[in-house]
């Protein structure tokens, strides 16, 4: 084996000193292995108009700035997770204005209780997708241009790529060419003769893998856009029994986006059959839910067909572009209220709210219609109710397990005017004790007693009683509908393998020359070429070149592969 020697190279024709002829040729080689746009300084003097434009497209659409872009999204997202947020929760934001009056204007104006709805929010979003289009584009229409074309031609001096061999071979140049075109082609490079050489190129996925990249945040923008502006998200608590329409009038609190319309809900209804739920009797979990399910029945459309289904945390219903989840749970017990001659003036499951994780519950129970007391004067009950699902002696104060194994239910009735037609809203589980009277018991002492499953309370001179029939068990429901969740996982996963193959295939090119030497024997010289430094282009020289050199009997001892002119060793 010998490595090949040249003289020195004399100056073109054109005048152009040797070394910078050798630093285009090498240029030349090394060019188009990216896509990525060139930063261009624009000649300031004479900018104009059109220049200034053309300049601030570039800076837009340069990598820099996509990258701030992204940064600043980033950062705009945090006042929107840590301030309260007008379109998620009015009432925490209402809270916040009065707890910080001086804050509060200045959030206003900002538009921080609004952030992804916000003007500024909404500039950066654009810009960011501007940027990535006009990053995408150009790119995109070059890497076509690359891809019809075909890999450029050896350099002169190919001692001077990162990885290079020789030997010297009594085979035709000719032949020793075949045999490297076919071999390229057969370890899937795009190669082809060009004058005295094989010009080779492979690693085409990793451009691929950047456009895609590119193109899959595009299509998660659009798609977060698009599920923001035609979301819709409500809430329903459902008693076993009841059932719900997806209409805006059936839901406990409903948001949607800001181009969303009625006539964009899902048709669909459904009842509570059964909820079931088991915990854990012993051990540290002692409580813990086992079986959390909601046994359903539903219909799409006003004539569909009933079916059944059984829901559970995280196993939503789907229907359409509509998901029905399971998210809380609790006990309605029901009660019955009589009046003074008996009659029955309220009897109903009245759902109550969970106050720790044993579902300690509390609630109110209002008649607003129909009671008359034992002088036949009209009045309003309101029965403060406290519900442990599992009482045991000595702890009345709360349950000491969250299922129904020993349930008992305290009330405490009062009776008036509750306030309810003053015009001011009222929250179904609070009572307002402004304008009511305690009953009393035989004792003076304010009215109040523990039922279990069948039990009565008598209220006081023949004003009535209140039963407590039993208990039922309640659900609550978040129907959801937001369009574009498919596209976003897709562009989620496309990023993924579009970045990963941008940063781990390596786009490299390989060039075989074959001519012969001044004593008649030929010599091949092959070289290879990286966008980036990288061990693989000189491991897969070397094994390119081994079996090449295998392929020709007549080569002179087996070649190795030596570093280029002025390379670390």
């Not at 009015?90 to 200045?106: G, Y």
């Not at 009572?431 to 009511?436: E, F, G, N, P, T």
């Not at 279990?452 to 509908?481: C, R």
Request: glycine share 10%; charged share 20%.
């Amino acid at each position: 084996m010998s490595k090949t020697t040249t003289d020195a190279t004399p100056e073109r024709a054109d005048g152009t000193p040797p070394e910078r002829a050798d630093d285009a040729d090498l240029g030349a080689a090394g060019s188009q292995l990216s896509t990525a746009p060139r930063e261009e300084l624009p000649n300031l003097p004479s900018l104009g108009v059109i220049g200034w434009a053309r300049w601030f497209w570039r800076q837009l659409t340069s990598m820099r700035v996509a990258l701030l872009l992204l940064l600043l999204v980033s950062l705009g997202a945090i006042p929107g997770s840590l301030i309260p947020q007008s379109g998620t929760d009015a009432t925490k934001v209402a809270d916040f204005r009065k707890a910080h009056t001086l804050l509060s204007p200045v959030y206003d104006k900002l538009g921080l209780f609004h952030v992804y709805s916000s003007v500024w929010f909404a500039a950066i979003y654009i810009l960011l997708f501007v940027s990535l289009i006009g990053c995408i584009v150009p790119r995109t229409w070059q890497f076509v241009g690359q891809l019809r074309g075909r890999p450029p031609g050896a350099p002169r001096r190919l001692t001077r790529l990162p990885a290079y061999t020789t030997w010297r071979t009594e085979t035709e140049p000719e032949q020793v060419r075949e045999v490297a075109l076919a071999l390229l082609k057969k370890r899937r490079f795009r190669a082809h003769l060009a004058g005295d050489a094989v010009a080779a190129e492979k690693g085409y996925l990793r451009e691929i893998g950047n456009l895609a990249f590119h193109i899959a945040l595009i299509v998660m923008l659009i798609a977060f856009a698009w599920g923001q502006l035609f979301k819709s998200e409500g809430n329903k608590l459902i008693v076993e029994g009841d059932g719900f329409s997806n209409t805006t009038t059936q839901y406990d609190d409903f948001k949607s986006g800001n181009l969303f319309t009625t006539d964009d809900l899902v048709p669909f209804s459904f009842t509570l059959d059964k909820f079931t739920g088991t915990y854990e009797t012993n051990g540290p979990n002692r409580g813990t839910p086992r079986t959390y399910q909601a046994a359903l029945t539903y219909s799409q459309g006003a004539y569909g067909k009933e079916q059944k289904r059984t829901v559970k945390v995280n196993e939503p219903l789907s229907i359409g572009d509509a998901k029905v989840y399971l998210t809380a749970h609790g006990y309605a017990p029901v009660i019955t209220v009589r009046d003074g001659k008996g009659k029955v003036v309220y009897s109903d499951a009245v759902p109550l709210l969970p106050l720790d994780s044993n579902v300690t519950s509390t609630g109110v129970v209002k008649v607003l219609d129909g009671y008359k007391n034992a002088k036949g004067v009209s009045e309003q009950l309101g029965i403060s109710a406290f519900f442990l699902p599992t009482y045991t002696k000595g702890s009345e104060t709360a349950s000491t397990f969250p299922a129904l194994d020993n349930p008992v239910l305290n009330l405490t009735p009062y009776h008036g005017d509750l306030g309810v037609d003053s015009g001011i809203p009222q929250s179904v589980y609070q009572l307002d004790k402004s304008h009511v009277k305690e009953y009393k018991d035989a004792k003076g002492a304010q009215l109040r007693d523990n039922l279990k499953p069948g039990q009565t309370m008598k209220l006081p001179d023949g004003a009535g009683s209140i039963t407590y029939e039993g208990t039922k068990e309640w659900a609550n429901f978040q129907v959801v509908q937001q369009p574009g969740t498919d596209w976003a996982l897709a562009g989620a996963l496309t990023a993924i393998f579009g970045l990963a193959a941008s940063l781990f295939i390596q786009r490299r090119r390989v060039w075989v020359r074959a001519v012969a030497g001044p004593d008649g024997v030929t010599v091949v010289e092959m070289a290879g070429l990286g966008r980036s430094e990288s061990a693989k282009v000189p491991e897969e020289l070397g094994d390119l070149a081994g079996i090449l050199y295998d392929q020709d009997e007549k080569t002179t001892p087996e070649p190795e592969v030596v570093p280029a002119e002025g390379a670390e060793k």
